[in-house]
């Protein structure tokens, strides 16, 4: 390697690492060294992660999938709905292949709890985590609350129909109330007839808005005295994402605290704000 392409490499190298050619030689060719090293880890790292999370998304739905890792793991990750169509297209074209369901923790819609109350959030095993733990704790330890399940129906075709029937599941085997409360009784629109008045474009602005007004309406039926939601500390940390990148400093000095709304009528809870994502999705299979 010529003396140019040396010093090229070391640019930015601290004292004389930079600029003298006997030290930048040695400090180049052993930073080659670290880079190769560490990129050969960086891509162990992340087959052992893929592999992770496909093998807990697959465990979820009782099937063994031989797909790209890569892409299934950001499946099971961000779209777990793809994720079990996935599933099931296997279930379905190796009708031989007979793996018995696992009862239990299923990916879920929205659970959360009410008085203590529940939400529906973006990976819905949260809060069904969330739903088992609070029902657990209330028993072990005798705290004596009284837990409701809480769920959203936006009315969106083929989205909530897998999820409520789980919700309906978990009512029977956590023996906790459930109350569905859905968009077309509260507003009387559904989000598929807001997006053919609207459009495609900012449908997701009062999908919003109406999911957090009728966790709220939801919650006052039942007359809970606190809502509590699953959002974990990954949810945390693009909260704060998202309201740096806005400018936002009035939610960015509140979004993390573990409660909020205690100035309204029902404050909310985050209790896995501390709890990372994978954590979660592990937790059932432990």
């Excluded at 009387?188 to 309406?217: H, S, Y």
Aim: proline content about 3%; aromatic content about 8%.
């Amino acid at each position: 390697m010529n003396k140019d392409n040396i010093f090229k490499l070391a640019k930015g190298f601290r004292g004389r690492a930079k600029n003298c050619i006997r030290i930048a030689r040695e400090r180049v060719e052993k930073a080659l060294h670290y880079s190769y090293r560490d990129r050969r880890n960086k891509k162990r790292d992340m087959r052992s992660l893929w592999i992770e999370r496909i093998n807990a998304g697959a465990r979820l739905h009782g099937e063994n999938i031989h797909l790209n890792r890569k892409v299934l793991s950001e499946l099971s990750m961000h779209e777990p709905y793809s994720f079990k169509a996935l599933v099931d297209i296997s279930r379905n074209s190796f009708p031989g292949n007979k793996v018995p369901k696992k009862e239990g923790v299923i990916l879920d819609d929205g659970i959360g709890n009410a008085k203590v109350a529940a939400d529906m959030i973006a990976l819905q095993m949260d809060s069904t985590v969330l739903a088992y733990v609070l029902s657990e704790l209330n028993c072990r330890h005798n705290y004596g609350l009284d837990l409701f399940l809480l769920s959203v129906d936006e009315g969106i075709t083929g989205y909530r129909d897998d999820s409520l029937e789980t919700v309906k599941r978990n009512e029977v085997q956590y023996g906790l109330p459930l109350k569905v409360v859905s968009y077309k009784d509260l507003y009387g629109w559904t989000m598929d007839e807001i997006v053919k008045t609207i459009g495609l474009k900012n449908n997701c602005t009062f999908c919003g808005v109406f999911r957090r007004q009728a966790l709220d309406r939801g919650a006052a039926l039942m007359r809970a005295d606190k809502l509590v939601t699953g959002h974990n500390a990954d949810d945390m940390a693009e909260t704060v994402l998202l309201n740096i990148l806005r400018g936002d400093i009035a939610r960015l000095s509140r979004c993390t605290f573990i409660t909020t709304g205690e100035d309204g009528p029902i404050p909310r809870c985050k209790p896995f704000k501390y709890t990372y994502e994978k954590e979660i999705v592990i937790y059932p299979f432990l």
